[in-house]
């Protein structure tokens, strides 16, 4: 009977160890989950600065591109060569002295060029993003000329895309779909059903809705083949001086011993199953030890 209530008071014993581990489990795991939940995300847009270029060059290159959009499109449709179906794109990340000046040479660039301004953002007054647009015969020499305002070029890409299907295949909707548009004017002239009217006019919408969204697509592809984009990423490093005293030293060396605690803390909870097989096997083995110190003594009798 003894033995019996000290086997119960054993297994009460193993059981509260057991649920305090598991206590300690889930109050660790709530404060990581606390502290990840606690982690903000940073707007880059907040410190995204944009400006808008007024240029009268600018406002030329515009009139002169959509003025030439009509005489491009039938010089291209009438193209058998390859090089003017071809849209140059290119990207520079690298490092500058100053970003205003480097700024304000992007711009001299763009305008001598006949080019345009797409985008600007600044981000923290150390790092800028300039986009561009720069007619296709000038594309290598603005090219080289832009790599020469950097002090060192981390990343250079130059992609050279070809559109003549696209456009071919574009071009020759947009005809098709002109052509069904005459047939059904002619059509609507000769009819005089009220009912064949409104199947006729309902087809004509749907046509003239196509035809804008080619059109749409062929103007965009024309301004893509007639004016390069290039895309440039500049920015310059800051020089921090450390100038830390011994009280700030201080203060940074007992936060990172404390977070070293927390962790070797956090780790030795994260070992709980093993904890529980290890109290498991000291109280099995005592309680055997036990058992046999009790049969040996009985045999001694």
């Known amino acids: 009977m003894r033995n019996y209530k000290i086997i119960n008071r054993q297994i009460y014993l193993i059981l509260l160890l057991t649920f305090l581990i598991i ?4 109050i660790s795991c709530g404060k990581r989950l606390n502290s990840n939940d606690a982690i903000a995300e940073k707007s880059l847009t907040s410190n995204t600065g944009f400006k808008e270029l007024s240029s009268q060059s600018s406002k030329s ?3 002169n591109e959509s003025e030439s959009q009509s005489d491009l499109q039938n010089n291209i449709q009438t193209s058998t060569n390859v090089q003017d179906y071809l849209i140059y794109t290119a ?3 690298g490092k500058v002295s100053y970003l205003d000046d480097f700024e304000e040479k992007i711009l001299e660039l763009v305008r001598s060029t006949g080019g345009y301004i797409s985008s600007i953002e600044k981000y923290n007054d150390d790092e800028i993003f300039i986009t561009f647009k720069v007619p296709k015969a000038n594309f290598y020499k603005d090219l080289s000329s832009l790599k020469k305002l950097f002090i060192s070029i981390e990343n250079e890409r130059v992609q050279i895309e070809d559109i003549s299907q696209q456009y071919i295949d574009l071009n020759a909707r947009l005809n098709s779909k002109k052509e069904a548009e005459k047939r059904y004017l002619a059509l609507l ?3 005089n059903s009220v ?3 409104i199947e006729i006019e ?5 046509i003239r809705e196509e035809i804008e969204s080619y059109e749409a697509n062929l103007r965009y592809y024309n301004n893509s083949i007639q004016y390069s984009t290039i895309t440039v990423n500049a920015y310059i490093q800051k020089i921090k001086i450390d100038r830390e005293n011994f009280l700030t030293r201080f203060v940074r060396s007992i936060s990172i011993g404390f977070n070293y605690l927390v962790s070797t803390f956090l780790f030795i909870i994260s ?3 093993f ?3 290890v109290i498991l096997a000291f109280f099995i083995f005592k309680k055997v030890k036990i058992r046999s110190k009790k049969q040996k003594n009985e045999s001694n009798r």
């Open 271 to 273: 070992l709980w199953p």
């Open 275 to 277: 904890l529980i097989i």
């Open 202 to 206: 309902q087809a004509l919408r749907q």
């Open 195 to 197: 009912k064949d009217i």
């Open 23 to 26: 206590f300690f489990l889930f």
């Open 61 to 63: 290159s515009f009139t």
């Open 189 to 191: 002239q000769k009819t």
């Open 91 to 93: 990207n520079i990340r």
